[in-house]
């Protein structure tokens, strides 16, 4: 089963600088997807970035990118110019491709705080 | 947004009765997923669903179980709910494209405690 590892429960960043949330993950597959969601205080569920396992270029969206590393398994987001408004909870998962076997896994999250 | 909807989105229930919580998409999205949030650990998926009438389980599986009869409708039931059970649960659509698949898209999740 794939496993997403997490080992920043917590993360702090002065507003205007950069931020690196780190991720890990086990499998034996060589096609997946890896997301980056945010959760703010809403609850609301919202998508920040996805990498398909087969592209070598890293994903970027706005201020958002992401450090896909396939060979040691690693898929860091790294948060440019932190605005106030980025604070929330980080999640990383994994999704398997397979017929039957497309499970969505997360990881444990980051607490990204802001600091103005 | 994503036309996914979690009913109810709150609920208190007593030890040992059995509790439905439903998701309804109306996106026509083959993939559903149910999961439940807990501090520390995440989202952990319970069960999904890749058809109608087609589940599997996730990691946390053991007194829940779902049922899928038609492709808008994921049904997730605690057997004899417990206080273990009391946590925030989120239900999840996705598709698969000619362009592979789509990211996961969350309801509003549902508040269900159990005392």
């Known amino acids: 089963a794939q496993t997403v590892t997490q080992s920043q429960p917590e993360m702090s960043v002065q507003e205007a600088e950069t931020v690196t949330l780190s991720c890990t993950y086990d499998?034996?597959?060589?096609?997946?997807?890896l997301f980056w969601y945010k959760q703010p205080p809403s609850r609301q569920m919202i998508l920040v970035i996805r990498?398909?396992?087969?592209?070598?270029q890293n994903a970027t969206e706005n201020r958002f990118s992401v450090n896909f590393q396939k060979a040691a398994k690693s898929f860091s987001l790294k948060i440019s110019d932190s605005q106030l408004g980025d604070a929330a909870m980080y999640f990383c998962?994994?999704?398997?491709?397979?017929?039957?076997?497309?499970?969505?896994?997360f990881g444990t999250g980051t607490r990204l705080t802001i600091i103005p | 947004d994503a036309g996914i909807t979690q009913s109810p989105r709150h609920k208190v229930t007593e030890t040992g009765t059995p509790v439905t919580l439903r998701c309804h998409q109306t996106?026509?999205?083959?993939?559903m997923y149910w999961y439940r949030q807990d501090p520390g650990h995440g989202l952990r998926l319970i069960h999904y669903?890749?058809?109608?009438?087609?589940?599997d389980k996730g990691e946390v599986s053991d007194g829940y179980s779902v049922s899928r009869s038609k492709t808008e409708d994921f049904l997730l039931t605690l057997e004899s709910a417990t206080s273990s059970q009391t946590s925030v649960y989120f239900c999840?659509?996705?598709?698969?494209?000619?362009?592979?698949?789509?990211?996961?898209?969350f309801g509003q999740g549902t508040r269900l405690t159990v005392v």
């Open positions: 499998t034996s597959e060589s096609d997946y997807y």
């Open positions: 669903s890749y058809g109608v009438k087609d589940t």
């Open positions: 998962a994994y999704r398997s491709v397979g017929f039957g076997n497309e499970k969505l896994t």
């Open positions: 990498q398909e396992a087969y592209k070598q």
């Open positions: 999840a659509i996705s598709e698969s494209t000619a362009e592979g698949y789509t990211e996961a898209f």
């Open positions: 996106e026509n999205h083959r993939y």
